[in-house]
């Protein structure tokens, strides 16, 4: 490509640990081309896969897209105490973007080791397993991507059948923790992040930060820590009752639960999930 502009020169040349955005790949099997985040989008909740899109400047316009794609990499955040911020992940897409200037702009896509388990669908009757011994049987094929701790307190009961019948891991998996009231979370480091499944919303940690409380900064200003700049109430219609049934095959009449939503929505159609 085209000469670089004395600016980028510069910028490639300032090393990663001088930078806000620091970018590299855990185990070492990068391209050999400078590669800079010059911008992260990260988007992350509870029982969520989490999504970051990095835009990526390079001094290199022909990086084989496939020297990238399924590598881990991290994502360093330096905060305003000095601390780090790991955003940590695997290349589900890379793509050129444009260059401009002489820069190369790539666009990066970071999801986590679990949404692998989207790619595949399978059919399998466990029988006479609990909830974590099925978690177990169907991270055993993942093995050198599965990193999980379960945090379980309560009951995990034994399952006399249950079938995944044409659905992907992914999905067969995520009701199933639903059902039992599990959710889970993704806690990361510089060489990875690590699945953790609970039934106990008092075990994860708190936010990150040193307040408690999120200024609220509607015009902006010169205010450097966190603040939120816009505050929109809405409300949506939404089903006013719940009505659930239990199938047990072992009871030919099924036992049923329902409750009204305790949501005051006003003069509108009241109708209910079964």
């Keep these: 490509m085209g000469t670089f502009s004395p600016q980028l020169a510069i910028l490639l040349q300032d090393p990663q640990h001088r930078r806000i955005l620091r970018m590299s790949f855990p185990h070492g099997d990068g391209p050999q081309a400078m590669m800079l985040a010059n911008r992260l989008d990260a988007s992350e909740g509870l029982s969520r896969d989490f999504e970051y899109v990095v835009d990526v400047l390079s001094d290199d316009a022909r990086i084989p897209l496939e020297h990238v794609l399924g590598k881990m990499v991290t994502i360093e955040l330096v905060r305003g105490d000095g601390s780090l911020r790991y955003f940590n992940g695997y290349a589900f897409e890379f793509r050129f973007d444009r260059t401009d200037g002489g820069y190369a702009f790539y666009r990066l896509v970071l999801r986590p080791w679990l949404a692998y388990l989207k790619l595949r669908r399978d059919n399998f009757v466990f029988h006479e397993s609990t909830l974590r011994r099925q978690t177990e049987l169907v991270f055993a094929d993942y093995t050198t991507h599965a990193d999980w701790d379960a945090r ?87 089903a006013g009752q719940t009505v659930l049934s239990s199938f047990d095959f072992k009871h030919p009449v099924p036992a049923t639960f329902d409750t009204p939503s305790i949501v005051d929505q006003g003069n509108v159609l009241h109708v209910e999930v079964a």
């Design 152 to 238: 379980i307190r309560g009951n995990d009961p034994k399952f006399t059948m249950a079938c995944q019948f044409g659905e992907s891991d992914h999905n067969y998996l995520n009701r199933r923790w639903e059902a039992a009231g599990w959710y889970f979370w993704y806690e990361h480091g510089p060489a990875g992040h690590k699945l953790v499944l609970s039934d106990d919303s008092f075990g994860a940690q708190p936010v990150d930060g040193t307040a408690p409380e999120v200024r609220f900064q509607k015009h902006g200003g010169s205010v450097e820590e966190e603040g939120i700049s816009a505050w929109s109430p809405v409300r949506r219609i939404v």
